[in-house]
């Protein structure tokens, strides 16, 4: 999942820093394509893996991965299991990294056109790129603003992205390895020993689940995962 073509944010966090509201998101790809008796709910995954919306950081943030869990129920009780691992990833989209440097000049303006308490017109405090000539903020609140703040010609901007797993059978930690594995893999100066496609075929289609009351252990990243017995659902 990642941010779509255009920052589309919830009108009632409009208030907040463009750094601080939620933006949509939407489903990049999923393999496979088509389940005959599972077909892919793009709708309920797209809200479950990131169900607070998509989010900016910069390199003053602290943007390390994480993990959850969720459960999607069907009409008919049936229930499908997801694992899905977040991670910040550095944004090289020149446009996107315009529009959020055009949100907050918005919103800087608006702020100084209103009467906001803690902000004041002030000419002993230097601005930047990021900030409308007009803007200023008082000593304090720049202090305490200015890690909420993007500067587009200093600062690097990251955005949420995540992949994730959908089973059958709630195998959480034996997901969350391997979600984790995969991404120090991407993330890894070395280049991979085999291509990234191989270890998503082998843990579809090769990596059988395992059977009622039976538990599993097999080899992933170099290290050996145990999957635990598992009961009827």
Request: aromatic share 10%; hydrophobic share 35%.
């Amino acid at each position: 999942m990642q941010i779509a073509k255009q920052l589309e944010s919830p009108r009632e966090s409009l208030h907040c820093t463009p750094l601080d509201r939620p933006y949509r998101s939407k489903v990049l790809s999923h393999y496979p394509e088509n389940v005959p008796w599972n077909p892919f709910d793009k709708s309920a995954v797209g809200m479950l893996c990131l169900p607070k919306g998509l989010t900016f950081r910069t390199q003053k943030h602290k943007r390390s991965p994480y993990f959850h869990s969720f459960i999607i129920t069907k009409e008919d009780g049936t229930r499908t299991y997801g694992q899905c691992y977040t991670f910040y990833e550095e944004v090289n989209d020149r446009k996107i990294c315009d529009a959020m440097h055009t949100l907050q000049a918005m919103h800087l303006t608006e702020l100084s056109s209103s009467k906001v308490p803690g902000v004041h017109s002030i000419s002993d405090v230097g601005s930047t790129r990021s900030l409308p000539r007009s803007f200023k903020l008082s000593n304090r609140q720049s202090h305490n603003h200015s890690g909420a703040l993007y500067d587009l010609s200093r600062d690097i901007l990251y955005v949420t992205k995540c992949i994730c797993l959908i089973t059958q059978l709630p195998v959480v930690v034996a997901c969350r390895k391997f979600l984790e594995g995969l991404h120090n893999v991407v993330m890894s100066r070395e280049p991979p020993t085999i291509r990234l496609e191989s270890y998503v075929y082998n843990i579809l289609f090769e990596v059988p689940l395992p059977p009622l009351n039976r538990s599993l252990k097999f080899t992933c990243f170099n290290q050996q995962v145990f999957v635990p017995k598992t009961w009827s659902m």
